[in-house]
Antibody
Framework: QVQLVQSGSELKKPGASVKVSCKAS????????MNWVRQAPGQGLEWMGW????????TYVQGFTGRFVFSLDTSVNTAYLQISGLKAEDTAVYYC???????WGQGTLVTVSS | DVQMTQSPSSLSASVGDRVTITCRAS??????LAWFQQKPGKAPKSLIY???SLQSGIPSRFSGSGSGTHFTLTISSLQPEDFATYYC?????????FGPGTKVDTK
């Protein structure tokens, strides 16, 4: 069955970097693009962008450019979200999601606090 | 960007009630509309895609309708496990966008 398994929660200091992983199984990884979605505490869902798992080309929504990087390692069927220069307002749960959200990872809580 | 609105923002209902949630898009998105259910501390769960198609494994009490700019999610007979927040999501036009959510709680 299709599964997206994300890495565990992270606690980081302001200015640090974090890399969240999303390991896919149960389907041909390069046949479906991967989306990233953010959910700040108590807030709604915010689509950050997507990466083509075929070409590796990322597309970022305005507001998620510069410090946010989507990448892939197709040899291990894994997508990554890296955030650099972390700020307190980056504190959120980050989800990977396939297709138009047919399948979701369990989410990774990133907490930024001094 | 395509703005998605949902109404109501919250509602209180009882088990067995028929519940309808409305989602509107600021421009025509054809039928590229999905509905998700989210419970506290959990990932969103896909209910409906293509505005009207039920995801595999989702109970038939859930149904979606609409096209263009006006969509609805209906729960024909609310069950205890249906108390949650529901989001609509358009995937017709980049950037994809979500509605603000509708929280369904117990009356």
């Amino acid at each position: 069955q299709v599964q997206l398994v994300q890495s565990g929660s992270e606690l980081k200091k302001p200015g640090a970097s974090v890399k969240v992983s999303c390991k896919a199984s149960g389907y041909a990884f390069t046949h479906y693009d991967m989306n990233w979605v953010r959910q700040a505490p108590g807030q709604g869902l915010e689509w950050m962008g997507w990466i083509s798992t075929n070409t590796g080309n990322p597309t970022y929504v305005q507001g998620f450019t510069g410090r946010f990087v989507f990448s892939l390692d197709t040899s291990v069927n894994t997508a990554y979200l890296q955030i650099s220069g972390l700020k307190a307002e980056d504190t959120a749960v980050y989800y990977c999601a396939r297709d138009a959200g047919s399948y979701w990872g369990q989410g990774t809580l990133v907490t930024v606090s001094s | 960007d395509v703005q998605m609105t949902q109404s109501p923002s919250s509602l209180s209902a009882s088990v067995g009630d028929r519940v309808t949630i409305t989602c509107r898009a600021s421009q025509d998105i054809s039928n590229f509309l999905a509905w998700f259910q989210q419970k506290p501390g959990k990932a969103p769960k896909s209910l409906i895609y293509g505005a009207t198609s039920l995801q595999s494994g989702i109970p038939s009490r859930f149904s979606g309708s609409g096209s263009g700019t006006h969509f609805t999610l209906t729960i024909s007979s609310l069950q205890p496990e249906d108390f949650a927040t529901y989001y609509c999501h358009q995937y017709n036009t980049y950037p994809f966008t979500f509605g603000p959510g509708t929280k369904v709680d117990t009356k």
